[in-house]
Structure formats: structure tokens, C-alpha cells
């Protein structure tokens, strides 16, 4: 096994029992759950092939579901931003064919990390709790849940990015 593929297996775990262990039992004003574990699609290797991608992205999804007895909702949620996220990648790096070998997410500006994370995030949120609720009745619960509890991840991702990034900063 290489590095790389340690990293990534161990990134997977650790995401997975944060967000069981810690996130999950954290409820922000009685509703607002906070989903990191999406932060492994927004880290992951442009480089590796998509449909192992997709798989893992099931795995992580599904592996969620089966702690928090959701049936399904997250893994749906998790392989759509894993699907759309190479697209979304390019609308916001402005470039048609990204350097696969050489592109870390850590080391972009940070208004097209938070771009990203904002995007794919509300996406996710959106399929989230559209699954969750199931009705057009409540289209209202459903944006607004998206949102707010969008506001969490998305900071608890940026800053979770931003920490453990190896982008190397001038010494002042």
C-alpha cells in the first residue's frame, strides 16, 4: 500500500467516526447536525478513477446511513457531490482541463475554497433533508434546514481544510 492510500483509508475512518461518535449526538439549536464527513469528496485525490470514486463515496455514505438508521438518504446525497464535484471544480477554477497530478484543494485561494465547499455542501444538504422530508408540503422545512445547517458544515469544513493543509505560509 502506498502513502497515499493509507492517508486516504485513514481519512475515511476518522471522518466516519467523528461524525457518529461526535457530530451526530450535536444538535445546534435542536435541529442543526453538522455533516464533515463530506469534507473526504472535497479532499479526495482528482487523480484516482471516478467509478472507485463513486463506490467509496457509496461506502461513505451508506456507512452513515447504517449508524444513524437514515435508510439511504446519505449515500444518495454523498455520490451526487461526488458525481458533480470534478464539474463544479472546473465551472469554479475557470480552467477546462485541471492538473489532476498537481491540484490540491488546500492550496487554492480561498474564495474559490469556499465557492467550492458553499456549492457542493448546499447540494448536499438539499438531497439531504429532500429525502429526508419527501414533500412538496414541506419545500420551506427543507430549504431552510439546507441552509442552516449547511452554515455549520461549511464553516466546521473550511476551517478543517485550511488547518490541515500543507500549504507552506511566508514567515513574516
Known sequence: MTKEIITLCFRFILLILIQVLVLNKILFFGYMNPNLYILFIFLYPLKKERSAFLWISFLLGISIDFFSNSGGINAAA???????????????????????????????????????????????????????????????????????????????????????????????
Do not use: M, P
Not at 449547511?150 to 485550511?162: E, Q
Open 78 to 172: 454523498t455520490v451526487f457531490i461526488a458525481y458533480i464535484r470534478l464539474s463544479t471544480l472546473k465551472l469554479i477554477l475557470n480552467k477546462s482541463d485541471l492538473d489532476f497530478k498537481l491540484f490540491k484543494l488546500g492550496d487554492e485561494s480561498l474564495i474559490k475554497i469556499v465557492s467550492f465547499v458553499t456549492i457542493l455542501t448546499l447540494i448536499h444538504h438539499f438531497i439531504l433533508f429532500g429525502l429526508d422530508y419527501f414533500s412538496w408540503k414541506s419545500i420551506g422545512i427543507i430549504f431552510y434546514k439546507s441552509i442552516t445547517t449547511s452554515i455549520f458544515t461549511i464553516i466546521l469544513s473550511i476551517l478543517s481544510i485550511l488547518l490541515f493543509s500543507r500549504k507552506k505560509t511566508a514567515n513574516f
